[in-house]
C-alpha cells in the first residue's frame, strides 16, 4: 500500500515538473537558466495553488489529485504539443552533458561522497520521526491538527 502511494507521489511530482517546465519553457523560450529558474519558482507554487484549491473544496484525496493533474498535464501537452517534444529533448540532452562534464574527473572523486552523505541524510530523516520536546509539544501537534481538520 505504501509502495503505491510512493508511486502516486512520484507520478504526481513528475507531472507537476512538466507542466510548470511547460509554462516557464513559454515564458523563457530562448534562455535555458532562466527555463530552469522558471521550474524552480513555479513548480512549488502550482502545487500549493492545486493543493488550495483543492482543499478548498473539501476533495483532497489521492484518487482526484491525480485526475486533476492528470487533466491539467494533459491539457497543457495538448496546448504546447509541438514545442514541447523539441525543446524538452533538447533541455534534457543539454542537462545529461552538463552533469557529465561536471561530474568526470577529480570531481566525481568529491562529489560520491557528498552525494552519499546527503543521500544518508535525507533517508534518516524519512525514517527517523523528530522526537524532540519543541517537536511534540508544538509543531508537530499544531501540523497534526491542522491535518485533521
Not at 505504501?2 to 507521489?9: D, H, P, Y
Not at 566525481?108 to 552519499?116: E, F, H, K, T
Not at 544518508?120 to 524519512?126: D, F
Amino acid at each position: 500500500m505504501i509502495l503505491l502511494r510512493f508511486l502516486a507521489a512520484l507520478v504526481l511530482l513528475l507531472g507537476w515538473s512538466l507542466a510548470a517546465w511547460t509554462f516557464a519553457q513559454r515564458l523563457f523560450p530562448e534562455e535555458r537558466v532562466l527555463r530552469g529558474l522558471g521550474v524552480l519558482v513555479l513548480l512549488p507554487w502550482m502545487l500549493s495553488l492545486a493543493f488550495w484549491a483543492l482543499a478548498g473544496l473539501g476533495q483532497f484525496r489521492l484518487g482526484i489529485a491525480l485526475g486533476v493533474s492528470a487533466a491539467v498535464v494533459g491539457a497543457l501537452a495538448w496546448w504546447r504539443r509541438g514545442a514541447v517534444s523539441r525543446c524538452l529533448a533538447d533541455d534534457l540532452g543539454r542537462l545529461g552533458s552538463l552533469g557529465r562534464e561536471a561530474f568526470s574527473g577529480w570531481t566525481l572523486v568529491v562529489s560520491i561522497p557528498v552525494v552519499a552523505l546527503a543521500g544518508l541524510r535525507l533517508l534518516r530523516g524519512t525514517l527517523a520521526p523528530p522526537l524532540a520536546w519543541d517537536a511534540l509539544t508544538y509543531r508537530l501537534f499544531k501540523a497534526g491538527t491542522w491535518v485533521q481538520t
